[in-house]
């Protein structure tokens, strides 16, 4: 008879369910740690400015003069809106029929021309502003015309009679000088711009074109009273452009007319980029201060003992500043003295008239005694000031380093550079002052 074989009967090692276990378990643990770990925000300081310059929109005035037609008829434009022409340029013609051209044949060198432009349109064309054809339409015909004996131009040609830059409006603003500007000329919802450029038939005297016959001109606008005080000092000043970005140097006036306060800036360049616009959007850029530039919500204050700065003596075994606190024993053993090094944030006049120095409450007790040196006199520590400041982490760990601010925005603030237990460009902050506490470890 054959023998029973007996089986061992024994837990099966599963070395994918171990594993499988063990990751499980880490991720358990990592979303507890991370659940129960205060999470804050840092900020990297850099160096920068503000942007609190005041904006206006400003009434552009020009040495201008509108040209009228001499006859009547349909109108051949030749030169590009706010383009520059010299005198006795033919910037268009009117002739008799709305299909009147020039019969001039181009020379070789106005057919590269040509190409040139053509093909610079080709690559730079954007759907979106179509009326960069008929700035390609008058670029050819004035390139065609510029160097052609006018005799060829079909109908009477239209010369301007001064050097300046042409443009295709009119509005009424064209003799309005600084000195005679009001606060109701500032009213853009009344405001009208009338389109020269057409081609309906124009009778003899209507407008046809405007020339700003000077690369001088001015910047108007209201100032309330606060904006009047701030540019008050001021006799130049830097304006920035929304239109473009660009920006021009001008000489400042300020002046009152009926009660309201104006501002009128002299500018002597940029004029052919902003030639067609009446009103324009600008930014003075008054604000030239540079500093490491912070976010308001990281700021906080500490409280500090403020310690005459008489008290202040030296020891330790590396002869740095503190101060000798006195220690009374208990009996009749008598008291002690015992050296307390500190660091000294800052120095400054308390209301008193006495200086002091900010000393960190953590060196000090409320009630201790100190000795001023070479003198029985004695201080007791208890009076308090605040500084501002903010959480560096660079460490780890929540420090606290004082700022002095030089100006501010409703966002950020400009501290000085260098200050004593202060910040420095390319430091880590707490975004958020209030979110942790001084020494709090963070991760």
């Not at 023998?3 to 024994?10: A, E, M, P, S, Y």
């Not at 070395?15 to 999470?39: D, N, R, S």
């Not at 030089?406 to 975004?431: F, P």
């Amino acid at each position: 008879m054959a023998k029973k074989v007996k089986r061992k009967h024994g837990i099966n090692f599963n070395i994918g369910t171990v594993i499988f276990g063990a990751l499980f378990l880490y991720l358990i643990i990592t979303i507890f740690i991370y659940a129960t770990t205060k999470h804050i925000s840092s900020y990297m300081v850099t160096s920068g400015t503000l942007s609190n310059n005041e904006s206006y929109t400003a009434l552009a005035l020009r040495t201008e003069e509108v040209a009228d037609a001499s006859a009547s008829g349909y109108v051949s434009y030749y030169t590009q809106d706010s383009a520059r022409a010299s005198r006795n340029d033919i910037v268009c013609s009117i002739g008799s029929s709305p299909d009147s051209s020039s019969t001039v044949t181009p020379a070789d060198s106005d057919i590269s021309k040509v190409r040139q432009l053509a093909s610079e349109f080709a690559g730079s064309y954007n759907e979106d502003n179509f009326g960069a054809v008929y700035d390609l339409q008058y670029s050819l015909n004035s390139t065609i015309i510029s160097n052609s004996d006018p005799a060829y131009v079909d109908g009477t040609a239209c010369k301007a009679d001064n050097d300046g830059i042409i443009t295709y409006t009119t509005d009424g603003y064209e003799t309005l000088t600084p000195q005679d500007v009001t606060a109701d000329d500032f009213n853009i919802k009344s405001y009208e711009s009338t389109q020269l450029r057409t081609s309906d038939k124009v009778s003899e005297g209507d407008p046809i074109y405007r020339i700003a016959t000077d690369d001088t001109w001015y910047l108007v606008f209201p100032l309330s009273d606060r904006q009047y005080a701030a540019l008050s000092a001021k006799t130049t000043v830097r304006v920035k452009f929304s239109k473009d970005g660009n920006s021009e140097n001008g000489d400042l006036t300020l002046f009152d007319r009926d009660g309201t306060h104006f501002a009128e800036i002299t500018l002597y360049s940029g004029l052919v980029r902003y030639a067609d616009d009446r009103f324009l959007d600008i930014e003075l850029v008054t604000n030239t201060d540079t500093g490491l530039k912070i976010p308001l919500s990281a700021i906080v204050t500490k409280e500090f003992y403020t310690i005459p700065v008489d008290y202040l003596t030296t020891g330790g075994d590396d002869d740095s500043d503190g101060f000798m606190k006195q220690t009374t024993g208990s009996g009749n053993s008598g008291s002690t003295t015992t050296f307390v090094s500190a660091d000294l944030y800052e120095s400054t006049t308390d209301d008193s008239g006495q200086e002091v120095y900010y000393v960190d409450e953590a060196d000090f007790k409320p009630g201790d005694i100190i000795l001023k040196p070479d003198s029985s006199d004695t201080y007791t520590i208890g009076a308090t000031a605040s500084l501002e400041g903010v959480y560096c982490v660079n460490r780890g760990y929540a420090q606290f380093r004082k700022i002095d601010i030089i100006n501010q925005n409703d966002e950020y603030c400009l501290v000085k550079e260098g200050t004593n237990y202060g910040i420095s460009q390319y430091d880590y902050i707490v975004r958020d002052g209030s979110t942790v506490n001084e020494a709090e470890i963070l991760r």
